[in-house]
Every structure is written in structure tokens, then in C-alpha cells.
């Protein structure tokens, strides 16, 4: 005979086990890998460092070898801030190079297949001088929907050049709107998860860097980006040097502990707002009197914000790269070792 109860504690029974198998899959680890950006101009990695790159990352590195820019006066692209060896690296690594969008703008299509022929040999010169092996480049250009065209062809003459596997850099904006922006042919895009919002003046807009609001308007469309991603998570802060109610300039280099300086400037209302007191120099910067510098900084907690409102919108099924931009700046005092690994296992 058939027990009354049997299909009501059936029925539980599944509720109770699916809820836990969601539970599980919400809070278990992901499968991702980490690494991190170099992005200065000399490869010189200091001890912390170093422990940081072993411990976090297991020496995989994304190093910027140079910036691809127009020159006007010579009228032709060219490789600026090409990488300086001070150390020997023994770490995996996958070339970066930066290319302006002007860059495009300014060439013909057999100027793009030049540039792609050039790139190939001055990446191929710089790893060899250094016994280096890699397997993939990835580039870095904030396209525009005149130049998709030229920068899109130059990825595939590369590619059939080199060989090698490619990655590109990818907006929000370029995965909200990928039919209208395209979607660069490249094995793998890394969505760069910061420089968000706008920078501005306004002491009471966001952090530019990175705010919960403005990435909320894009990320609910990545499940459905047509290419594999990689992530890359902001380690950095700058400055913002405002005169007279205008941007001047951003500056990595003016960080707190120069703002704090009471001898230079004094604090306002606003606590990351910083004004002058005197005219001076620092840090090869000039400072007049009365200019304010506002302050946008990636903590903890503003790292920790972002990858959880991130890691709800990314499958941990596919496996994935979380990579810190950059480790060159990175300041042991604020990161440590075992935040970034925890970071890293919520993808």
C-alpha cells in the first residue's frame, strides 16, 4: 500500500537537495586562474613583489612591451615606451602592446599590414633578446566604429603572421553593443573591469575608476558576448589635478601620502578632496596655489565590491584568467597575497 506521505516528502526532499546543490554552486570556488599587468617602461620587480607574482599568481605575467602611437610630425605609427630588461624574467608571459586609436585613424590598409609585419618582428627582437618563450599576445585598443574595420584586419594579418593565439582588450561599453562595435577575431577578450565612469571635476561624482551604478547599466549582457573572457580587476589609484573648476591632468604618481602633506595642502570638506596651500613643484608636477586634487582610490573593500557584483554575471563553469592591473605600482601595505586569491576564487 502506498504510504500518503511519500510523494510530499518526495517532494521536499528534491527542494531541499536542489536548494543546497545552489547553494553549493553560489558559494564553492571557481576554476580561474590568476595573473597580473606590468605596465612600466623598466621590468624591475622588487621583493614583495616578486613574493606577491609567486604566491598569487605562479609567475604569470602580462607585460607590456610598448605603446603603438601616431606620430604627426613624421606622419607614420610608431613604438613608444618600448620595455627595458633591468631583470631577467622567469616567469610565464604573455606580450601586451598598446595601440591608440588614432593609430588607425591615421593609416591605410596597407599601412595596417605594415604596422602588423613590424609588430611581429619588434615583439619576436624583445622576447628573443631575453630567451623568452610565449605563445599569445594580446592587444589593447579602445576601437571606435570608424576605425573596427582597420584594427579588425590588423588582428588577422598579425595572427597569420605570427601564429600565435591573440587576446584583446574589451570595453563595457563593447559588450553591451557588440553588434554595432563588433567583436574583434581573437581567440580570447579580457574585459577591463575599471575606468568606468567619467572624470570629473565634481568632488561629488563617483570614483571614475570603478562604482557599482555605472557598471551595473553594462554587465547583465556578458553571458551573452560572443567571445571567452578573461577579467582584469583595477589594483590602482591616481589623482585627479583640477584649476579653476577644469581637469588639468590624472596622475598615478600623487597618491595619499603626498596629499596628506600639510605643509602643501590642506584637507576639505570632502575627504578624498585635497587643496594647495602654496605654488611648488612634485613629483615633476607643477601645483598652484588653490588647485584641488581629487583623490580616486582602489582599496579592499572597492576590489572586493566590484568582483562580487561582477562574479554574478560570469558561469564558474568556463574557465577563466582573473588579471590585476598592475603588480609594477602595487602597494603590499593595501593588497595582500591571500585577499587577491580569494578575489580570484569567486570566478
Known amino acids: 500500500m502506498k504510504h500518503p506521505f511519500s510523494s510530499l516528502y ?3 526532499l528534491f527542494l531541499l537537495l536542489l536548494s543546497l546543490s545552489v547553494l553549493a554552486a553560489c558559494q564553492g570556488p571557481g576554476k580561474a586562474d590568476t595573473a597580473f599587468y606590468y605596465w612600466k617602461q623598466t621590468f ?31 606622419q607614420r605609427a610608431y613604438p613608444e615606451a618600448v620595455i627595458n630588461f ?10 601586451v602592446i598598446f595601440i591608440t586609436n588614432q593609430t588607425f585613424e591615421k593609416l591605410s590598409l596597407p599601412g595596417v599590414d605594415s604596422l602588423a609585419m613590424h ?10 633578446s631575453q630567451k623568452l618563450q ?19 584586419h590588423f588582428l588577422k594579418t598579425f595572427k597569420a603572421i605570427s601564429n600565435k ?27 577591463m573591469f575599471y575606468n568606468m565612469g567619467k572624470i570629473s571635476a565634481n568632488p561629488t561624482d563617483p570614483n571614475s575608476i570603478y562604482n557599482e551604478k555605472d557598471a551595473e547599466t553594462y554587465i547583465s549582457y556578458l553571458p551573452k558576448y560572443l567571445l571567452p573572457l578573461d577579467i582584469a580587476l583595477p589594483l590602482f589609484s591616481w589623482s585627479i589635478q583640477i584649476r579653476n ?42 601645483v598652484k596655489t588653490d588647485d584641488i586634487f581629487k583623490l580616486e582610490e582602489t582599496d579592499q573593500e572597492l576590489l572586493d565590491q566590484a568582483a562580487t557584483q561582477l562574479a554574478r554575471h560570469l558561469s564558474k563553469d568556463e574557465h577563466r584568467t582573473i588579471i590585476y592591473y598592475e603588480i609594477g605600482n602595487l602597494d603590499p601595505a593595501v593588497f ?12
Open 44 to 74: 624591475s620587480l622588487d621583493k614583495p613583489q616578486h613574493e606577491m607574482l609567486e604566491k598569487v599568481a605562479s609567475h604569470q605575467l602580462y607585460l607590456r612591451f610598448f605603446d603603438i602611437k601616431w606620430d604627426k610630425k613624421a
Open 10 to 12: 518526495l517532494l521536499r
Open 245 to 286: 573648476g577644469k581637469v588639468i591632468q590624472v596622475y598615478g604618481k600623487i597618491g595619499k601620502s603626498i596629499l596628506s602633506d600639510q605643509k602643501n595642502f590642506r584637507t576639505t570638506v570632502h575627504k578624498n578632496i585635497f587643496k594647495a596651500c602654496r605654488s611648488f613643484f612634485i613629483a615633476g608636477v607643477y
Open 165 to 191: 593565439q591573440l587576446e584583446a582588450t574589451i570595453r563595457l561599453h563593447q559588450v553591451k553593443y557588440q553588434i554595432k562595435t563588433g567583436v574583434p577575431p581573437v581567440d580570447r577578450g579580457v574585459l
Open 134 to 152: 610565449y605563445d599569445r599576445v594580446q592587444f589593447d585598443c579602445d576601437w571606435s566604429l570608424s576605425t573596427k574595420d582597420k584594427y579588425f
Open 86 to 95: 633591468k631583470q631577467k624574467i622567469s616567469t610565464k608571459l604573455i606580450p
Open 119 to 128: 609588430s611581429h618582428k619588434l615583439i619576436a627582437k624583445l622576447a628573443g
Open 336 to 347: 595582500k597575497a591571500k585577499a587577491l586569491q580569494e578575489i580570484s576564487s569567486r570566478f
